[in-house]
């Protein structure tokens, strides 16, 4: 008994020293911990590039766009203050003036602020000439709204909107669908113009449609005199026909000009006008403009395609994150500039680090599994959004308003139109 009573006496001894080792142990490391806990974390700010025109041909739809850019920043700041995160995302916006040089100026300041991603330009003369600038400073670009098929480069520019040889393909195809043969193209004298006047022309002119595309380009200069080209438009066209149709490939103030003299021509009164996807912008319905040309947009049922994305949770959200921030509802654009700024951020957080290369290899990356107001954002070899179905569009008055009507989709996996 006195031998079973020694061990147990001598094992609680054993046990009691362990008990005030770990007390120690664990005291000192709870000190440690208390220590580090009021430890603030280091702060951390990375700036995003905002070069989104406000003014010239993009004064109207410019600050939707901006805006759109914006609300994802302001977004972005706020999910992650609520997390706790030292991390906070400082905008530099610079306007463009919507012309490549003053977009190569406004590039070169932000570079020299030390800017590492820049959400713009938006126009693909902007992107093209601001790109070697890019890749020389290792600066990524994100443009919202660049669709030239020229600028389809493995480079620092990356595109969230789908390059126009998709549109080409499907205004071919609505055209032939509709029973068109020749197709007179009204175009800007700039990338974007001939970008898409030129490919459409290609696409309908071969076989399956072996239509005839005629096409005139006008300067893109402020104080153009619109009269000439609409004239040869005209004489393009000639004596109306049931076949014979006009695509507008334009912005707002030049597309609106062409507009109200084209509607007083005998010609181009008469036959069917189509538009590329830029005339969706809100000023071609919007109260300033003339109640003349808006109905002749209607009695000419103007028809387009844009790359609308399909109604879901995500766009409902950003449409109304939209509005209540702005009181106002985004243009179909905005929802790229925001995905553009996304993307630009997470690439940030997803590389740790704030470096022009490193951004650029996670770019693609987070495109693979984000899914964001303009749909699913795949980026293909030159870092281009790789395709995109398109809506169909017309223009119509719906009581006494004017509005852009959803109608149809072209799928580009068949190339094939589906109408609601």
């Known amino acids: 008994m006195a031998e079973a009573g020694g061990t147990v006496k001598g094992s609680s001894k054993v046990v009691l020293a362990i008990l005030i080792a770990l007390v120690v142990i664990l005291g000192g490391t709870t000190t440690y911990l208390a220590i580090r806990s009021v430890q603030p974390p280091t702060a951390v700010t990375y700036v995003i590039g905002v070069e989104i025109a406000v003014s010239g041909s993009y004064a109207s739809d410019g600050p939707l766009r901006r805006d759109g850019a914006f609300l994802a920043i302001t977004q972005m700041n706020t999910e992650l203050a609520a997390a706790g995160s030292p991390i906070h995302f400082e905008k530099i916006h610079v306007d463009s003036m919507a012309q490549g040089a003053t977009a190569v100026t406004a590039f070169e300041q932000l570079v020299a602020a030390g800017v590492k991603v820049v959400v713009g330009p938006l126009s693909s003369a902007e992107v093209g000439s601001v790109a070697p600038l890019a890749d020389s400073n290792h600066v ?238 795949i980026f293909d070899q030159f870092g281009d959004y790789a395709a995109a179905d398109y809506r169909i569009w017309n223009i119509r008055l719906e009581g006494s308003n004017y509005v852009f009507k959803q109608i149809g989709t072209w799928f580009y996996l068949t190339g094939t139109i589906e109408w609601d």
Do not use: C
């Open 140 to 377: 990524v670009a994100i443009s919202p709204s660049a669709t030239a098929p020229r600028l389809a480069l493995d480079d620092f520019v990356f595109r969230v909107a789908p390059n126009d040889a998709f549109q080409a393909s499907a205004l071919a195809e609505l055209f032939g669908e509709l029973g068109y043969t020749k197709v007179a193209v009204m175009a800007r004298d700039d990338d974007y113009g001939r970008g898409i006047a030129n490919f459409t022309e290609g696409i309908f002119e071969a076989a399956p449609y072996n239509g005839v595309v005629e096409k005139t380009f006008y300067s893109t200069q402020s104080g153009t005199d619109y009269a000439p080209p609409v004239a040869a438009l005209s004489a393009q066209v000639g004596t109306p026909a049931a076949t014979t149709a006009v695509l507008l490939v334009a912005f707002e103030d030049d597309g609106i000009g062409i507009l109200n003299l084209a509607r007083q021509d005998p010609n181009l009164s008469q036959v069917r006008w189509f538009g590329s996807e830029s005339v969706t912008r809100p000023k071609y319905v919007d109260p300033s403009t003339p109640a003349e040309i808006k109905d002749f947009l209607v009695s000419r049922n103007m028809t387009g395609f844009f790359p609308f994305p399909q109604q879901s949770p995500v766009v409902e959200k950003f449409v109304a994150d939209y509005q209540a921030a702005y009181g106002r509802a985004p243009s179909p654009y905005a929802y790229y500039s925001y995905d553009a700024a996304m993307i630009a951020m997470l690439s940030i957080l997803r590389a740790g680090k704030y470096d022009g290369d490193a951004i650029r290899a996670m770019v693609p990356i987070v495109g693979e599994t984000y899914i964001g107001a303009s749909g699913h954002k």
